[in-house]
């Protein structure tokens, strides 16, 4: 069945408001007996065709590390996508709640999480292309698991996509993202060690007081962001692993599973 993604306006009821995002509100749902985070997408915001045709590769990625799409409801109008749901909101924000409470253990096991996901991505030659603290999500027990991934393609404002704009996330970029928009899975692997220094750092902003401008500056010239004070050597030797200017010489996600996993275990 080739419509095996759609779901019927009928199976889904939608709940109270969650937040909005870059295509719109989020709303809570049940469908099919359970939870669900409902995306109502704005006409105006995505390109809903070519976004369809992806869905369909979106829905085949599962894995307990990524944030699943359960399906799209296209006859719903704006069009909906359903997500699982998570009861912990966003990362960046549950490490602010929790400032000065989280053990370094307990912030590795959160990076462990996300090479996970992040591993099975690279795995299935998807590119998340922006990857953050703010693009993940925590369930109900904890587990932190990765969210948006392939989704600015199908971003219709331009102050987004395009490096040289507002609202692009230079701060988490490659350099040769903000050159020439060239995203690999070791583009993504440089946003995952920005990503760990935000975990470590209890979801402070990278490069707080600083433009975008001044932030490619000081990478150009090889200053990278410094050791978080709560981060151990060693992860943050990953961290400048991750930040190496040659895509090359930067670590694979399996890898980084690989490290990541053999510190958890001391
Ligand atoms: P967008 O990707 O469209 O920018 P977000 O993913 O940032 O939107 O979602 C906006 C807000 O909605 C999040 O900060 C979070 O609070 C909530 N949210 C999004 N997805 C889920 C989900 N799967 N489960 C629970 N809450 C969610």
Redesign the pocket.
């Given at each position: 069945n080739c419509y095996q993604w759609e779901v019927e306006p009928e199976e889904l009821n939608l709940g109270q408001e969650?937040?909005?995002?870059?295509?719109?509100l989020?709303l809570?749902g049940r469908w099919r007996g359970r939870k669900v985070?409902v995306?109502m997408i704005k006409e105006e915001c995505m390109s809903e065709e070519e976004f369809k045709e992806e869905a369909r590769v979106m829905m085949k990625l599962s894995h307990s590390k990524l944030?699943q799409l359960f399906g799209i409801c296209s006859q719903h109008s704006p069009m909906c996508l359903l997500?699982?749901?998570?009861?912990n909101?966003?990362l960046s924000?549950y490490l602010r709640t929790r400032k000065g409470r989280l053990s370094p253990d307990l912030m590795l096991g959160m990076c462990l999480d996300v090479s996970e996901g992040m591993a099975y991505l690279e795995s299935s030659g998807f590119i998340h292309r922006d990857l953050a603290a703010?693009?993940c999500?925590v369930s109900k027990n904890n587990e932190v698991k990765v969210?948006?991934f392939g989704?600015t393609r199908f971003v219709l404002d331009d102050q987004y996509t395009s490096s040289q704009c507002s609202k692009f996330p230079v701060k988490w970029s490659a350099p040769e993202v903000i050159r020439y928009c060239k995203f690999s899975s070791k583009s993504d692997v440089w946003s995952f060690g920005v990503l760990m220094w935000e975990v470590y750092n209890e979801g402070r902003l990278p490069y707080e007081n600083r433009s975008n401008t001044e932030v490619v500056e000081s990478l150009n010239s090889g200053l990278r962001l410094l050791k978080p004070r709560l981060a151990p050597d060693a992860v943050y030797l990953l961290m400048e692993w991750c930040w190496k200017e040659k895509p090359d010489d930067r670590p694979t996600f399996a890898q980084l599973l690989h490290e990541l996993a053999s510190l958890y275990s001391l």
């Open positions: 969650l937040g909005s995002g870059q295509f719109g989020v809570e985070a995306k944030v997500f699982e749901f998570m009861e909101g966003c924000d703010r693009n999500l969210s948006d989704m």
